[in-house]
């Protein structure tokens, strides 16, 4: 038995190795997605298997790969802009080269609105769109910065080179004197999250509202404009892992050189040749106007170019990865990203991360929630004092390094009133000015869909920003050059911001008519505390800021301060369609500001606009050109409350006064006093557009004019000083703005393995200013040359002398008839316009408008290229036909010494007759010469190429066997080139708008972008 038993069992063994079960197996299927039209690969088409989460993208060469689960059958491909296409699965086999037919009615895709979204083809109002692609362009951390010139009507200026840097934006030009410029920005449908924190490879979308039509909704708040950022979600479909990173070289900043060498010799020469040519005529007469240490350091070619030494080329590099996936019911996205920029300047850095949790769950058919998590910290290490214009006026003469190679802090032998522009690279114990931030933002929303058409929405949002500022400075510090002690101090920031609102909306069609109204609340909330303690000739420099107990008690300082500020808003919206070609919306926001006084807290803003696709009518269907044909008009009001917290009341101030050798506090009010009467500035705009779409869309227009009229513009008021006080604020100004925008995308070429595509946009603002309390300028007592408030100009204009040159041999009688100050213009003298022809130059008299800060047009311009598997594409910018207040041209040094002078400058002789510089003048500043506050004020106007990325993106079938679904190598270079129109502005870029500190910077990288 026991034999059998054995002998039956390994017979079932046996067997075994040779039964094979039938399992249901997935289908590999593979195919490539075209153009039908021009036969092109489309990359990034959605392959979907229909019923199911599994979902992948084509590549560069159109190519995808998918798995089939067993009982499905059906494919769905899909690519904006194109019709979707179902296939099916015949015999475990897909249709190797399927072909999508362009879609003339393109406009379905979805632009981001207040409160909403609405296809492109039902828009009423001025609305521009960025895509993802073109945010992560260029190299840089902050994606508004990334965006510069591509929308119209979108001014935005990078002013600074340091590696923290933000940027200017203005949407529309400047429309308030004092009041906040910026637009509002909404990240995720919530306000009071700053986008220049997001990490841009996390961003899908930006929307950029432009007219009160489209603004109106979130009423004053809107006043500016309005930027919608949306930030990645998940798909539906199997988990996809991406990796997006860059390193390369930040530096080459433009910047002049000092004048150094014989220059330098011949500038001090030619001062004393000038003024007292018995002093010198010969070389041989150098020891009367050169120190015995300038001498001896000129012998001992001890000459220093200081730029050169405080300039370095710095690291900037990213790396980013995100997962992104999910089923019908859950999709989830998140990210990780790290950013590190490393400025020209030693002593300058930037360290950030970032994380970013986005998660939607549909709970039931009718109910649906989702969160949005972000967190940012940085550390950011800035220079306290600027090396750049130090390094610029410090003398060319000296020795920056001791025989140990260690820095000299005095680098003039025998002269310890000029601190080399060195002194701070000697570490963290001479100077530290660090910053540590961490921002949390959050917000998570409810969707209830009760009834068909009708959803109920409400959205809850958080933002907390808390940030530790530290700095010390050493006694020999740049930053203490003046006071020769110790600096520790250490400032807090906690800043809470949250946003509560409850939207109703409802769609309904019937017939030719379609129906879709809004409803809405809004509240917003935002406190800010701040702490503060300083105190001088700290014990241990190795303390830093982090024990000011060791400070001197007798210069210690606390201080603090708080801030609230509450916003209440309802609103209402209807957008009507007709036919959906006669499109009607009617917008109502009503404003209360916690910041303005009782009476005068609440405001109404409504707006109404209208649109017609022409190109939708019977009679325009023989036009086959015409492929798309929409005509806009809209008017609304808008609001801002233009003051900052408690601006409308009066308050005390401290002031420390003393009785003999005793501190006793004092306490005095606030030099504004305040005004309960003041109320909203209002603007009230008018817009008319044009969406144009030509030849199956392939060129496509868009164009909007527009006029802006603000009133009741808030504005400092003085007092008689009898009052004690010495300003108030009144709604007494008024201004108005006025423009075109036009934004052109064309498809100049498709073939199967060539395309060329082509985005231009142009603006051109004007604005001025159309009244004032007195009726007549405002000429500013401190900075009239910047301050000043000129009616029908600009408000950032210049008001000063308008220099016509300089005074030439031949023009020697004439000059002398012309007195300034009491003295006549001799030749080498700067030429000043007489303006009333009374032969004297004056200030109330002869002082003018000379020009703007406002551009008189700008544009962008990109050209993207792909031939195969490579791609390139050229960014242009141009800003044209602003002035700009140049600092480094006002550092001339007219006597030649202290002081230096950059070295392009080209000051008048007799034997060199130019325009540029009037003539040398021994022992003089450059404060003494007539008129010289007219060297700095050139014409600013510039071409940039701005960036250029060269990719190549590998085939599917190389990379495939190694479970990577994309993989593009790039190298981008930024702000490679730029040209301006002055000869006057050398090795400087313009757009830094004239500061002489940290100027721009260029860059290099390399990336690299992997998808799994």
């Known amino acids: 038995m026991k034999m059998n038993a054995l002998r039956y069992c390994l017979l079932l063994l046996c067997l075994s190795l040779f039964y094979h079960p039938t399992i249901a197996q997935n289908i590999l299927a593979s195919g490539k997605v075209t153009d039908k039209t021009t036969g092109l690969p489309l990359a990034g088409a959605t392959v979907t298997i229909k019923g199911t989460p599994v979902a992948t993208t084509t590549d560069v060469d159109g190519s995808f790969l998918i798995k089939i689960p067993p009982g499905h059958t059906t494919v769905i491909v899909t690519f904006a802009g194109y019709e979707p296409q179902e296939l099916e699965v015949h015999n475990g086999r897909l249709k190797a080269k399927i072909a999508l037919i362009p879609s003339e009615k393109s406009l379905d895709d979805v632009v981001v609105i207040g409160y909403g979204t609405v296809k492109k083809r039902d828009l009423t109002g001025s609305v521009s769109t960025v895509k ?109 892992v991406s990796y997006s990173g860059y390193y390369g070289v930040d530096g080459w900043s433009q910047f002049p050189e000092p004048l150094m060498g014989q220059a330098y010799i011949n500038l001090r020469r030619a001062a004393y040749q000038n003024t007292n040519p018995q002093i010198w005529n010969s070389p041989a007469d150098d020891s009367k106007i050169f120190s015995a240490t300038e001498l001896a350091g000129i012998q001992a070619g001890q000459w220093v170019n200081w730029i050169k030494l405080i300039q370095q080329n710095g690291i900037r590099e990213s790396h980013s990865v995100s997962v992104s996936g999910g089923s019908d019911k859950t999709k989830a996205y998140l990210s990780a990203s790290y950013y590190k920029n490393s400025g020209m300047v030693s002593g300058n850095d930037l360290t950030r991360y970032n994380a970013l949790l986005n998660l939607d769950q549909t709970v039931t058919s ?34 920056p390094y001791d025989s140990n190679g260690n820095i000299n802090v005095y680098p003039e032998y025998g002269n310890t009133g000029v601190v080399s522009p060195l002194a701070d690279n000697r570490g963290a114990e001479i100077s530290t000015n660090n910053t540590v931030s961490t921002n949390v933002a959050f917000n998570g929303y409810v969707d209830l869909t009760p009834l068909k058409g009708l959803k109920l929405s409400s959205v809850f949002g958080v933002n907390l920003a808390n940030s530790r500022q530290g700095q010390f400075f050493d006694s020999s510090s740049l930053e203490e050059v003046n006071t020769k002690y110790s600096y520790a101090a250490i400032n807090t920031n906690n800043n809470t911001f949250y946003n509560w609102e409850n939207i109703l ?75 959906g070609r006669y499109l009607l919306t009617l917008t109502e926001r009503v404003d209360g500001a916690s910041i303005l006084a009782p009476g005068h807290k609440w405001a109404s803003f409504p707006s109404a606009a209208v649109a017609w696709r022409m190109g939708d009518e019977t009679f325009m269907h023989s036009v086959r050109q015409v492929s798309e044909l929409k005509w806009r008009l809209s008017y609304g009001v808008t609001g801002n409350a233009g003051i900052t917290q408690y601006g409308t009341q009066s308050y005390l101030i401290n002031q420390t006064m003393g009785f003999e050798n005793t501190a006793a506090p004092a306490y005095i009010f606030n030099t504004t006093i305040g005004n309960e009467n003041l109320g909203w500035e209002l603007s009230k705009t008018a817009d008319f557009g044009m969406d144009l779409g030509l030849f199956k869309n392939r060129l496509n227009v868009t164009a909007d004019i527009y006029n802006t009229n603000t009133t009741n513009i808030i504005m400092p008021r003085s007092l008689p000083p009898s009052l004690g006080v010495g300003t108030t604020l009144q709604n007494i100004g008024s201004t108005r703005n006025q423009g075109i925008e036009l934004a052109i995308n064309s498809q100049n070429i498709r073939t199967h393995s060539f ?64 007195t300034f100050g009491g003295t006549a213009f001799q030749p080498g003298d700067i030429k000043l316009a007489d303006l009333n022809h009374d032969g004297k130059i004056s200030p109330d008299s002869d002082r003018t408008y000379i020009g703007s800060a406002v551009p008189k047009w700008s544009s962008g311009f990109l050209n993207t290229f792909t031939y195969k598997n490579f791609d390139l594409s050229v960014y242009t910018i141009v800003r044209w036909g602003q002035m700009i207040q140049d600092n480094v041209l006002g550092w001339y040094n007219p006597a030649g010494q202290g002081n230096n002078s950059a070295a392009y400058f080209n000051y008048w002789t007799p034997a060199n007759p130019t325009n540029d510089y009037p003539r040398p003048k021994a022992n003089e500043s450059l404060a003494s010469v007539p008129g010289y506050t007219t060297l700095e004020y050139v014409n600013g106007s510039y071409f940039k190429l701005k960036t250029a990325t060269l990719g190549y993106t590998l085939p599917r079938k190389v990379i495939r066997h190694v479970w990577i679904s994309n993989l593009r190598a790039y190298v981008t270079c930024n702000n490679i080139y730029v040209k301006a129109k002055s000869h006057l502005i050398k090795y400087y870029d313009p757009e830094e708008g004239g500061a002489d500190s940290a100027p721009l910077t260029r860059q290099l990288v390399f990336g690299l972008t992997v998808g799994f």
């Open 132 to 240: 993802a692609s073109d945010i992560v362009r260029s190299p840089t951390g902050n994606a508004l910065e990334a965006i510069q010139g591509m929308v119209p009507g979108m001014d935005i200026v990078q002013t600074s080179g340091q590696a923290n840097a933000n940027v200017n934006i203005e949407i529309r030009g400047t429309r308030t004197f004092s009041g906040n410029t910026a637009p509002l920005f909404i990240v995720d449908g919530v306000q009071g999250v700053d986008p220049t924190l997001l990490n841009p490879n996390d961003i899908a979308s930006i929307d950029v509202l432009k007219d009160a039509s489209s603004t109106a909704i979130y009423g004053s708040q809107g006043a500016n404009g309005v930027v919608i950022v949306t930030t990645k979600k998940g798909v539906a479909g199997q988990a996809k």
């Open 366 to 399: 009718w109910f649906k929630a989702g969160m949005k998590g972000a967190l940012t910290y940085s550390n950011v290490n800035v220079r306290g004092s600027d090396p750049y214009s130090r390094a610029l006026y410090t003398s060319p003469i000296g020795v």
């Open 505 to 579: 909306n409802y769609n309904h069609g019937f017939g030719d008519h379609q129906f879709d109204f809004t409803a809405l609340t809004s509240y917003t909330h935002e406190n800010a505390l701040t702490y503060s303690a300083a105190g001088t000739n700290l014990v241990y420099n190795s303390q830093l800021f982090y024990n000011l107990s060791g400070t001197s008690a007798l210069n210690r300082t606390i201080t603090s301060n708080y801030g609230r500020q509450d916003n209440m808003s309802y609103g209402a919206r209807l957008n009507y369609g007709y036919k």
């Open 755 to 818: 395309s060329w595509s082509t985005t231009l946009t142009f603006t051109s603002n004007r604005e001025k200013i159309t009244g004032l309390i007195s009726g007549t300028n405002i000429i500013d007592g401190t900075n009239p040359e910047t301050a000043s408030l000129l009616l029908g100009r600009p408000i950032h204009s210049f008001y000063n002398y308008e220099k016509l040159g300089i005074w030439q041999t031949s023009e020697a009688t004439e000059a002398s008839g012309l």
